[in-house]
């Protein structure tokens, strides 16, 4: 090796030279020249050349030079496709070795030869292997299968490999159960829906068994395993739960995580109120602090997983805040990831003794780590508002100490605590105006000019300071560009007198000498803006802004719900899942918490929404009433439209909502199918809707009594008033409505059909009718044609009665039947229609006075709906 | 998910060896490896968890990850020369400790009986596969033998204390471990029992408040399920010397050494260092080794000390005045001062305000008043062996701020 080390051959020289004593007659000079091979290899010379030659090495009785040949194989055989065949026979030997030590190896190495063509030839003594009387062979011939599966699936699948692993799960010896584990769900990772890992209680007994027996690393493809069945029912869970609970106690880490992702998965399912699930909940705590005396990189790996868990679960660790205080000497990347942790258990009960260590932390020399306790205590400042006022104080004391960086964050977190608590912390501008020339940051640069523009009326002279940024405008980046104009544009709003030129210089800075689009078009709007109509741009450059809230920085419910399916994996360090990070096929399948069992429902099928195709039903035209698919059927109350998505469960966190409107005995109905599509159970539901054309609202609370579980389909009827507030929308039928529950508040709009609203004493008395009819201004009139209805006017009439459209009077004129008809809304409008019917036609002509462009008029006055034909 | 190939650098980046498991990956990716490293390190934010593309590196310098750990119990100590000189073993090693990326033996123990670094006698007849490698009993090879059979047992409890610049006891826990040294013949059955006062804190059923918070960690050896349903802690112990348990107790210790210090800085001429140390423990227990660290300015000068006891020494590598006391019994309280100068022209890089810290050993005595109370040791043969028990407590990570005191004084001085 030395000799390699140190000269500087010929490469065709040595390679020659080593081809000679390869070729030796001696073991031992052949032993060598093998070693001198390999060390080649390893410091990254080229040495495939040689192959032939070793291989022919192959056949050895010696140990030692049979695993360095080996060794060469595994490297150069993909490079050398042809030549690896060579190899084979003596694989077919060594499988027969009567050490198994050897036969081991060469399963081994077997695997670790990626070339297709050979592949057919190691099924043989693979299946003998996997057989072995013993069982060291028997655990490494479990993982060939794996290997053997990446390079070639279908072949492993049709010598039955697969059935043999899934037997080897039944084995006497403890680790060959964690290896057929360990390759199995290696396999089934690759295959998402092979349902390979076929579990049921019997194997999971089995495998809960073999956790107590193997070692350290068995133990976790086990846990890992375990951690992808889904308990029947949570007296089930609970009994796994029980029988891994032990495993917190393992001195070794990993094993810990494998375990704590179980019960953090299997806990879901437990009912809150069980006595266990207390318990579990205290004995989780203790292992994860204990992890934190691990070395810094396992410290770091166990924070970025406790991170997740503190946000799924807050309560574990809700006493433990003390363990997350930064250590001087902790490395930046466990002191980063310590003050996350922090800001999450922050709480009303623990705020002193956090603000007391982060406002030590500020006073640091790690610049990034003070940066960020600075940034902590303003996230304080909004999680936990009864700290607000101490982390404002705690905040000015720190601008006090004229610290350059720690100016600039504490003003930037200001800014947010001001957009947080808006008209509380104000007193404090002074302050911060006194340090607005150390300002050199843009994000500080522009918070403070948002503070300005934000309270220009109270700062007396914002203009002067506003005007001090303005000389270097272009020298600015485009954060505080942007900003200035909004500020000052603010300022002009605020006090237009004496600030007229400073928003006249602005607005050319931005819109003539800058080259960057998104300024010029701000610029431009508010230019505009204040040309057009100074009174919109008030209300719409100082309107009232939405308060922040501490939520930004969670991870999204969905996700949380996946990465604490990945704990102790790279996506629980990433906080991303699988599939954003992993090639291929591998990590596709989206792992899910289970759901907790309410009430004895099992797993019901997924409900699919009631109807999705066919024609929309919103908006109801008079199409609808005519109950086309029924044919000529009695008229039974009015026509209730097909249920239509209102709300995807993709856009609202698992809860997908259909709906329809139905009026019953003179109440309004809104008919709502929830289904839950998420694995969590959804509970706390509220609905509300928006101002709306016709004031409706629901008259009493959404009746949902139990919780959804996942799957299930739950529907729900609310009756609606029509006493709510009454705003003119577009359509004019259009509904917004906003439904809460436990996971989030969603929005969706939907339209009601106008037929809705049609009340049950709309019959006019026919004189009134004529002489109504008369007086209708022809702009109100409206004329529709209706066709492919094969009813005859009585049918019709009686048909349109169901949905309170009264027929007045009936006349035939050559040969066409005309229905006089009248409708009462509820908000007390009166329709008046005329509809000609055809008889054979099936073309009526009919105005259908309940669409778009008849609506205004319909709301604005009494209107009249000429039926004419052609 | 599995590791699809492990690499070990040396401290330029070069690969000394590697191994692919998998063949997923293109080996050449370790090349990213050190750039990232070089950049995230300038960037002053190193993560353990880096990504390049679709490769993932999990950066772990020479510390206890199994694979290393196996190497320095194989080669002594692990050196660039170590790896090199030893390919073979080292390729032998990470063959049986992974397949296919998937962890299998990592107990260097067993290990040793097949894989050893003579390799060159081995003949097949005598290579067999220790049947360890697969047993239930993974950690102990049969057929072991010991003339005079004993066990040493080790309780050793270090001590973490946090005390602000107020003298306020910010957080103090104890971190302690039961360490065998086991020369047993043949499969002996143990079973350890501790006071139950122990028991109790470490099973969380201790209703007291003197312990807070409890975890206690096995080796693989203990039969965790029987400690959960009957708190017996049994086990058939590795050969040797092992740690059997360790345990965290969270709870208010008087810190055993209390340090008082006064540091006033006088800018552009000196700085003036007194520590007062008393012993808060019993006064039949006396404190071996003990060493009190006080940070000084990087820019200090012309030491000058007075101890009323052991000695003080100025390390100007370190910027610490190091204080030892060979022996500090319980109840005394000792004083040392020490004298610097500064130099006229002030550094005006910002320094970190380091704590002080103090070390020391106290045998015979626990805090946490742990007490093994026996130790039953059963084998087939039915010999009779010794079980001996020692007990240290020592420091762990006990910090004490100082820097305030200084930060006021300094602010005082430049006032007057």
């Known amino acids: ?870 | 998910m599995s590791a699809s190939a492990v690499f070990v650098l040396d401290l330029k980046g070069k690969v000394l060896i590697c191994r692919n498991y998998k063949g997923d990956v293109d080996m050449s990716e370790i090349d990213h490896f050190f750039t990232l490293l070089m950049q995230q390190e300038e960037e002053g934010l190193v993560c353990p968890v880096m990504s390049h593309g679709n490769v993932h590196f999990l950066n772990k310098r020479a510390s206890p990850v199994p694979c290393v750990q196996v190497f320095t119990e194989y080669f002594k100590e692990l050196e660039e020369e170590s790896i090199q000189d030893n390919f073979v073993v080292v390729y032998e090693l990470l063959d049986e400790l992974m397949d296919f990326g998937f962890p299998q033996t990592t107990d260097s123990k067993i290990l040793q009986e097949y894989i050893t670094q003579k390799g060159n006698k081995l003949e097949v007849a005598k290579t067999k596969v220790p049947t360890t490698v697969t047993n239930a009993v993974s950690w102990r090879s049969e057929g072991i033998k010991y003339k005079k059979n004993e066990v040493f047992i080790d309780v050793i409890e270090s001590i973490n204390v946090l005390v602000n610049a107020n003298g306020s006891v910010m957080s103090s826990d104890i971190v302690g471990s039961i360490k065998l040294k086991t020369m047993l013949s043949g499969m002996p059955e143990l079973r350890l029992g501790l006071n139950d006062r122990m028991l109790f804190a470490l099973t969380g059923r201790d209703k007291g408040k003197s312990v807070a918070m409890e975890d206690v960690k096995f080796h693989q050896c203990v039969r965790l399920s029987r400690f959960e349903s009957d708190r017996t802690i049994s086990f058939i112990p590795p050969d040797g010397e092992s740690e059997l348990m360790s345990y965290r107790i969270n709870t208010h210790v008087k810190p055993l050494i209390w340090i008082e210090s006064v540091i006033e800085k006088f800018s552009h001429s000196r700085v003036e260092i007194m520590v007062k140390a008393k012993g808060q423990f019993k006064k039949q227990s006396v404190a071996n080794n003990v060493e009190i660290h006080v940070p000084v300015p990087s820019d200090a000068d012309s030491p000058k000390f007075k101890a009323s006891t052991g000695h003080a020494k100025y390390v100007p590598e370190k910027n610490l005045v190091v204080w030892s006391i060979k022996s500090f019994p319980g109840g005394k309280e000792f004083l040392m001062r020490a004298h610097f100068g500064l130099p006229s022209v002030e550094n005006h890089e910002l320094e970190g305000r380091p704590p002080i810290t103090v070390k020391f050993e106290i045998p015979y005595f626990t805090v946490s008043g742990i007490q093994v109370r026996y130790m039953k040791i059963i084998e087939k043969s039915g010999y009779q062996a010794l079980p001996w028990v020692r007990y240290i407590t020592q420091s762990g990570v006990w910090r004490v701020c100082c820097w305030t005191t200084a930060l006021t004084r300094t602010s005082r001085t430049a006032a007057a």
């Open chain 1, 1 to 870: 090796l030395k000799v390699i080390n140190c000269c500087v051959w010929d490469p065709s020289g040595e390679i020659f030279e080593l081809k000679a004593e390869l070729n030796s007659d001696k073991k031992e000079k052949k032993k060598e020249a093998v070693k001198k091979v390999i060390a080649s290899m390893t410091v990254g010379k080229d040495v495939s050349a040689l192959f032939p030659d070793v291989v022919n090495c192959m056949q050895t009785d010696n140990l030692e030079l049979k695993k360095l040949v080996y060794l060469y194989l595994m490297n150069y055989a993909k490079s050398q496709p042809d030549m690896a065949i060579m190899a084979v026979n003596t694989f077919v030997k060594d499988c027969e070795d009567p050490n198994p030590l050897i036969r081991a190896l060469a399963v081994r190495t077997m695997g670790c030869i990626r070339v297709d063509k050979i592949t057919e030839y190691l099924c043989e003594p693979l299946r003998k292997c996997l057989k072995d009387e013993d069982p060291y062979v028997r655990k490494t011939a479990a993982v060939c299968v794996a290997k053997l599966h990446d390079i070639n699936a279908q072949l492993v699948e049709d010598q039955g490999f697969l059935d043999t692993l899934k037997d080897l799960i039944s084995d006497s010896n403890p680790m060959v159960v964690a290896n057929a584990v360990a390759a199995l769900s290696e396999i089934a990772e690759s295959h998402p829906n092979s349902n390979l890992l076929d579990l049921n209680p019997q194997t999971i007994n089995k495998l809960l068994t073999a956790l107590n027996e193997c070692t350290e690393w068995g133990q976790i493809f086990i846990l890992d395993c375990l951690a992808n069945y889904m308990p029947r029912d949570d007296r089930e869970s609970q009994s796994i739960c029980e029988r891994v609970t032990p495993r917190l106690s393992h001195a070794n880490s990993a094993v810990v995580l494998s375990a704590v992702k179980v019960l953090m998965k299997f806990m879901e399912m437990l009912p809150k109120d069980l006595d266990y699930y207390g318990t579990l909940l205290k004995k989780l705590a203790p292992p994860l602090v204990t992890l934190l005396s691990a070395e810094p990189e396992l410290q770091y790996v166990a924070l970025r997983n406790i991170n997740l868990i503190v946000q799924k679960r807050p309560e574990i660790l809700k006493h433990e805040m003390k363990v997350f205080f930064v250590k001087y000497n902790d490395p930046i990347y466990v002191k980063l990831e310590k003050l996350d942790i922090m800001i999450r258990l922050a709480s009303q009960a623990n705020i002193a003794q956090v603000l007391a260590e982060l406002k030590e932390y500020a006073t640091e020399v790690d610049v990034d780590f003070v940066r960020k306790a600075v940034r902590a205590i303003g996230r304080c400042a909004i999680k936990v508002e009864q700290s607000a006022e101490r982390c404002v104080s705690t905040l000015l004391d720190l601008i006090q100490t004229k610290v350059n960086y720690v100016v600039q964050e504490a003003i930037v977190v200001i800014k947010d605590i001001f957009r947080k608590y808006p008209n509380k912390y104000e007193s404090v501008i002074a302050t911060l105006c006194e340090n607005l020339d150390s300002l050199d940051e843009p994000e500080a640069r522009a918070a403070m000019i948002w503070i300005v523009g934000e309270y220009a009326e109270r700062i007396d002279n914002a203009d002067e300071l506003l005007e001090s940024f303005l000389e270097g405008f272009h020298d600015e980046s485009t954060q505080v560009q942007l900003q200035l104009l909004t500020a000052i544009v603010k300022l002009f709003l605020k006090k237009p007198t004496e600030t007229q030129e400073l928003v006249q210089q602005v607005l050319s800075l931005a819109t003539q000498d800058s080259d960057n689009p998104d300024l010029r078009d701000r610029g431009y709007i508010y230019w505009r803006l204040l040309s057009t109509d100074p009174v919109a741009a008030k209300e719409v450059v100082l309107a009232e802004k939405p308060l922040i809230s501490e939520e930004t920085d969670l991870i999204e419910p969905t996700l949380l719900e996946e990465l604490i399916c990945h704990i102790g994996t790279l996506a629980s360090v990433y906080h991303k899942p699988p599939s954003a990070f992993v090639e291929g096929s591998r990590g596709v399948q989206h792992k899910r918490l289970p759901a907790r069992m309410g009430a004895g429902l099992g797993a019901a099928p997924a409900a699919m929404p009631a109807s999705l195709g066919g024609a929309p039903a919103v908006g109801g035209g008079l199409g609808d009433l005519f109950d086309l698919g029924g044919g000529v059927g009695m008229p039974t109350g009015s026509y209730v439209a097909p249920k239509t998505a209102w709300l995807l469960a993709m856009k609202a966190k698992g809860l997908e909502i259909s709906g329809t409107f139905a009026r019953r005995g003179g109440i309004i109905q809104m008919d709502l199918s929830l289904t839950n599509k998420a694995m969590s159970v959804m509970t706390d539901f509220a609905i509300q809707f928006n101002r709306n054309s016709f004031g409706l609202a629901p008259a009493g609370p959404m009746q949902v009594l139990t919780p959804l579980s996942p799957n299930q389909t739950i529907d729900v009827s609310l009756p609606l008033s029509m006493s709510g507030p009454v705003m003119k929308m577009e359509p004019l039928n259009n509904l917004q409505v906003a439904v809460k529950n436990n996971i989030d508040v969603f929005y969706f709009s939907c339209q009601y059909p106008l037929s809705l609203l049609f009340v049950e004493d709309g019959k006019m008395d026919r004189q009134v009718f004529l002489a109504t009819w008369k007086d209708i201004p022809n702009d109100n009139e409206a004329q529709f044609q209706i066709k492919d209805i094969h009813l005859n006017s009585d049918v019709a009439s009686n048909k349109l009665q169901g949905s309170n459209i009264f027929t007045i009077a009936k006349r035939t004129v050559e040969g066409q039947d005309m229905l006089y008809q009248s409708v009462k809304l509820t908000n007390g409008i009166w329709v008046l229609a005329e509809m000609r019917i055809q008889t054979g036609n099936p073309n009526y002509t009919k105005t259908n006075g309940f669409r778009d462009c008849m609506q205004k008029q319909m709301y604005d006055s009494t209107s009249v709906v000429r039926f004419s034909s052609k």
